[in-house]
């Protein structure tokens, strides 16, 4: 319980990367649908959202009634489906509507 507590304390101090290696520790000392969630956000804020999502799974298999993973799942999945192909770099020529001649 002592990492989850250093998790919980690191994530509130930004050093997300420090978080999930003590939100893993908790995880593998005592197996945490917690521990799996508090890192799962870490991922997140971490734009790991592939990771994000494998830890919602892992947290829904352990505890399938969690509303909260449940919904969190769906709309990180939501997310991803409407960012695929997104490159992040402006249109280079958008067409011109039919009203803007």
């Given at each position: 319980?002592?990492?989850?507590y250093?998790?919980?304390?690191?994530?509130?101090?930004?050093?997300?990367?420090?978080?999930?290696?003590?939100?893993?520790?908790?995880d593998?000392i005592?197996?945490?649908?917690?521990?799996?969630?508090?890192?799962?956000?870490?991922?997140?804020?971490?734009?790991?959202?592939?990771d994000?999502?494998?830890?919602?799974?892992?947290?829904?298999?352990?505890?399938?009634?969690?509303?909260?993973?449940?919904?969190?799942?769906?709309?990180?999945?939501?997310?991803k489906?409407?960012?695929?192909?997104?490159?992040?770099?402006?249109?280079?020529?958008?067409?011109?509507?039919?009203?803007?001649?």
């Amino acid at each position: 319980m002592v990492h989850i507590y250093a998790g919980n304390l690191l994530m509130t101090t930004g050093s997300y990367e420090d978080a999930t290696k003590a939100f893993t520790n908790a995880d593998n000392i005592h197996k945490s649908a917690l521990a799996l969630y508090q890192r799962s956000r870490c991922h997140v804020a971490l734009n790991n959202m592939g990771d994000a999502l494998k830890d919602l799974q892992k947290v829904i298999e352990a505890s399938p009634n969690d509303k909260v993973a449940i919904a969190d799942k769906d709309c990180l999945t939501a997310l991803k489906l409407a960012t695929q192909g997104f490159t992040g770099a402006p249109p280079t020529q958008q067409p011109a509507l039919p009203f803007e001649k």
